[in-house]
């Protein structure tokens, strides 16, 4: 798992120089994920869209036939507010994050040096397979009163056989997505009144108690007990775990 999170960290550099060299943004904040890894990063007006994509993955292609090296950087406060005072947002970062008198480690890789804790594959040439698979917008420290931003999100492998597997599990799982399927066939459908809920159809009302009947079965046979609790809460519950942010709308 541990080489896994430092393989896609480090393709988030590669991302990161991708967007920072081709389009001029201002990068912020480029983690690994559970399934991947993305950036955010700030460029005005512009829109990242599908037509960017081949330039990113060219791009990522050329650093990684470079075999650029990550070198670790450690620098004072005031280096680095010296180093990424082009970046508002770096700097942000650095004035809140780091404590006066203490240091802050940054990851070269070709023109780019990014903030980081690391750690990160010795050269970029270890990333042989990397594609972006979608854009998003984004907000600065996820607070909607910020600046907007753009996500790019990318998976990357260290060969092209193990990309194009990862692909064809992609397609399948979506092929077989429930809520893709369940539409298809007419299970369910959603609606204003309830957004975020489903109204099934007497058809996948069958479907719902059979599946039911099926859980109760296993419950009381595995020596389980059913208990019910509330569909309405207090707001605040909402709030602790993360859906208000999200879906505050509705």
């Known amino acids: 798992k541990e080489?896994?999170?430092?393989?896609?960290?480090?393709?988030?550099?590669?991302?990161g120089q991708c967007m920072e060299t081709e389009f001029g943004v201002h990068l912020c904040y480029g983690p690994?994920?559970?399934?991947?890894?993305?950036?955010?990063?700030?460029?005005?007006?512009?829109?990242?869209?599908?037509?960017?994509y081949k330039k990113l993955e060219d791009k990522a292609k050329k650093i990684a036939s470079e075999k650029q090296p990550f070198q670790r950087l450690v620098l004072t406060k005031e280096e680095a507010l010296r180093l990424?005072?082009?970046?508002?947002?770096?700097?942000?970062?650095?004035?809140?994050?780091?404590?006066?008198?203490?240091?802050?480690?940054?990851?070269?890789?070709?023109?780019?040096?990014?903030?980081?804790?690391?750690?990160?594959?010795?050269?970029?040439?270890?990333?042989?397979?990397?594609?972006?698979?979608?854009?998003?917008?984004?907000?600065w420290?996820?607070?909607?009163?910020?600046?907007?931003?753009q996500r790019v999100y990318g998976i990357s492998f260290p060969n092209k056989k193990d990309l194009t597997e990862y692909l064809h599990f992609r397609e399948e799982a979506e092929r077989r997505d429930h809520r893709t399927v369940g539409k298809a066939q007419k299970l369910f459908y959603s609606h204003p009144f309830s957004p975020g809920s489903f109204f099934f159809t007497k058809e996948g009302s069958t479907?719902?108690?059979?599946?039911?009947?099926?859980?109760?079965?296993?419950?009381?046979?595995?020596?389980?007990?059913?208990?019910?609790?509330?569909?309405?809460?207090?707001?605040?519950?909402?709030?602790?775990?993360?859906?208000?942010?999200?879906?505050?709308?509705?």
């Open 141 to 149: 420290l996820g607070d909607n009163e910020n600046d907007s931003l």
């Open 84 to 139: 990424f005072d082009y970046n508002p947002f770096k700097v942000q970062l650095i004035t809140n994050k780091v404590a006066d008198g203490a240091n802050a480690t940054a990851y070269r890789c070709g023109p780019l040096i990014d903030l980081c804790m690391g750690p990160h594959l010795p050269n970029t040439s270890k990333v042989k397979a990397f594609k972006i698979m979608k854009n998003s917008s984004a907000y």
């Open 207 to 250: 479907i719902y108690n059979n599946l039911l009947d099926l859980m109760r079965h296993q419950y009381s046979f595995r020596g389980f007990s059913e208990v019910m609790t509330p569909n309405i809460y207090n707001l605040r519950l909402w709030k602790i775990s993360g859906h208000y942010q999200n879906y505050k709308e509705n």
């Open 32 to 52: 690994a994920t559970q399934d991947g890894f993305y950036y955010d990063a700030h460029s005005g007006s512009e829109k990242f869209t599908q037509d960017d």
């Open 3 to 15: 080489g896994k999170m430092a393989f896609w960290h480090s393709s988030a550099h590669v991302l």
